[in-house]
């Protein structure tokens, strides 16, 4: 009776003692780290898409880095009430997997919602490492109003090898490539080709010096400018 006694006290620590375990282990388990993403990529093939993609951008609350990567040639004409610019607190890397973004607007239909714009945020066009080719152009048998891109409110823009921005004939008081008129334009890389401006404010770039209360500059570290010109009214602002 005595080692039945025993056994039976001995059995009962042992399930104590194996219940016990799943708890401690529990209790010494690290926190996981949060691996949530906070990128996303959006694929575009028209303006619609394109015009979806920089909505979408807009409005999340969640997502600060974001990839538009085109998946075919995209022409942009008319209006649109969704601006393709990135805002404060974004950055937005458009890749052009060898695919050609065309502004096809005349002077009377044009609008500056459609041009490509950091305004506040960040635009990287192409891939920081150079795989990645963009030709960012415009149809210069129509009057084009506005640069290929725009720098506003403290924006930078990025431009990396295998990118190309020509072609552009810009007949209003912009450049006819990059118009920098509050912000930064760090090119690392690419080509400006082929720009005018018929009012004189610079054919490939532009630094507007007016804006004494936002700091502008354009930082050319690699890449190619040339075939550029300026015609028209001369402008005291620096041009390129």
């Known amino acids: 009776m005595k080692k039945k006694l025993i056994s039976l006290l001995l059995s009962l620590c042992m399930v104590m003692s194996l219940a016990s375990v799943p708890a401690l282990a529990a ?8 691996t949530e993403d906070t990128s996303a990529t959006i694929s575009v093939r028209s303006q619609d898409d394109l015009v979806n993609a920089f909505k979408t951008i ?12 085109l998946t075919g040639d995209i022409t942009l004409a008319g209006n649109s009430q969704t601006e393709l610019q990135v805002g404060a607190g974004k950055t937005v890397t ?33 891939a920081s490492d150079g795989s990645d080719t963009l030709t960012i152009t415009a149809n210069n048998t129509l009057d084009h109003a506005d640069p290929l891109i725009k ?41 400006i080709s082929h720009c005018e401006s018929l009012f004189g ?40």
């Open 94 to 126: 458009l890749l052009g997997n060898s695919h050609t973004i065309t502004y096809n607007s005349d002077t009377n239909s044009a609008s500056s919602s459609l041009t490509l714009c950091a305004n506040g945020g960040t635009l990287n066009l192409g």
């Open 151 to 191: 720098v506003l409110g403290g924006g930078i823009v990025n431009m990396y090898k295998g990118v190309t921005l020509t072609g552009n004939t810009c007949t209003s008081s912009n450049a006819g490539g990059v118009d920098i008129q509050a912000g930064t334009f760090n090119m690392y890389g690419g080509t």
């Open 27 to 34: 209790e010494g388990d690290e926190p996981e780290p949060n």
């Open 58 to 69: 807009g409005e999340s609350d969640d997502t600060d880095e974001w990839t538009i990567s």
């Open 201 to 240: 404010y610079g054919g490939a770039v532009w630094v507007n010096g007016q804006l004494s209360n936002v700091s502008s500059a354009f930082n050319m570290y690699d890449g190619t400018i040339t075939e550029n010109k300026v015609t028209g009214s001369y402008n005291k602002n620096k041009r390129y």
